[in-house]
């Protein structure tokens, strides 16, 4: 049942003409909802998710990196400044962007961003506590600001459309309760962070940093909800809560790393880790690449790098980025296809950032 829509509004759809005059009598189609998602895409939400928001915020909200443009981006860069991303649906398997509009969002004010970030922003990373809680909140926070930008975009027809077509309606619905339900799962791990952060009690974290050296050719900031250890088998039951994951690439003074943290709360995360790092070192570079790929939409990468990956090396990222059949036992199962994307060698896997390790 659609909820009461006042007569003389400006339509939900965006047309500006009054609802009355536009759809109080008329059905949505799909090409139209289509078209409404396209365009108001352009328009994206704003608001600064400092723990300390929105008492001491500074009015200008920036596009802010989530992967820092001094640090992983700056190697990932052609001669034109440009990297590429993930074109998962697209006649072309690679977007060229820019390096200025790389891995950004309006999700922190001017003086938020500089006082928060700085130490991974202005400093090589060293895997100190206090760089790797304020890494892992950035990757909460883009993925809690993603989720609350698709409501923005889907509640109008979610609260007041009428569907010509049924199977629309139904899928709007599981966006919108799938939507919700993430968008939970992220401000509760912000909120783990934020006390963190607030009484520099850092006992509620776990994290593993893996170093490395070799060429920096892909970057990532994000989290995600693993499902399923990397050999197949299930570690979340399907009715039991959604634990997330935090995973951020950093520049160290000796090469780069991947930094993984999350609550402690979350125990599947501790599995999912346990069954990446008991591989060799020598496969879990490519196993991380293919995880960083499977899961997360924030990556970048250098374009010369995927230039120069194999045919069938290209068609496994591909597969991945898009949720494809690639070397997948289940929807979330994640096979590890053997191929050698990356020359990186581990220097060394740390359990211990918070002078404690999670319970393996």
Not at 162 to 181: H, I, K, S, W
Not at 192 to 201: D, Q, T
Not at 216 to 221: D, I, N, P, R, S
Not at 269 to 295: A, G, H, M, W
Request: proline share 4%; net charge negative; hydrophobic share 35%.
């Amino acid at each position: 049942m659609r909820k009461y829509y006042t007569m003389s509004r400006p339509c939900f759809c965006g047309s500006e003409v009054m609802f009355k005059k536009c759809h109080k009598n008329r059905k949505v189609t799909g090409e139209e909802f289509a078209k409404y998602i396209y365009q108001v895409r352009a328009d994206k939400d704003q608001m600064c998710l400092h723990p300390s928001a929105p008492l001491t915020c500074t009015p200008k909200i920036l596009n802010a990196h989530t992967i820092q443009r001094k640090g992983p981006l700056k190697y990932l860069i052609d001669e034109d400044n440009h990297l590429g991303q993930m074109n998962a649906f697209g006649e072309n398997d690679v977007i060229r962007v820019g390096w200025r509009r790389a891995s950004t969002f309006r999700g922190f004010c001017t003086a938020h961003d500089k006082e928060m970030f700085q130490i991974i922003e202005d400093e090589k990373f060293k895997g100190r506590v206090e760089q790797v809680l304020v890494a892992g909140y950035r990757a909460y926070a883009f993925e809690y600001y993603k989720k609350m930008d698709n409501l923005r975009v889907l509640l109008p027809y979610y609260d007041y459309a009428d569907f010509e077509d049924e199977r629309l309606a139904n899928q709007l619905t599981q966006m919108v309760e799938g939507t919700r339900y993430g968008e939970g799962n992220m401000r509760s791990c912000l909120d783990e962070y934020k006390k963190g952060l607030e009484s520099k009690n850092y006992e509620d974290i776990c994290s593993v940093i893996i170093y490395f050296t070799g060429d920096l050719c892909v970057a990532v900031c994000g989290a995600f909800a693993p499902d399923f250890l990397i050999d197949g088998n299930r570690i979340r039951p399907i009715d039991s809560e959604i634990q997330d994951l935090s995973i951020n690439s950093l520049v160290t003074e000796d090469g780069h790393a991947v930094v993984f943290s999350w609550p402690k709360e979350n125990e599947v995360c501790n599995k999912f880790i346990l069954s990446i790092i008991k591989y060799p070192e020598t496969e879990i570079p490519s196993i991380l690449v293919e995880v960083i790929f499977r899961f997360i939409e924030n990556v970048f990468f250098s374009i010369d790098w995927y230039d120069a990956l194999s045919s069938k090396q290209k068609e496994n990222i591909k597969g991945l980025a898009s949720n494809g059949g690639i070397r997948f036992e289940d929807l979330h199962a994640l096979v590890p296809s053997k191929e050698k994307y990356v020359n990186w060698e581990i220097t060394e896997i740390d359990l211990t950032p918070f002078s404690r390790t999670p319970n393996w």
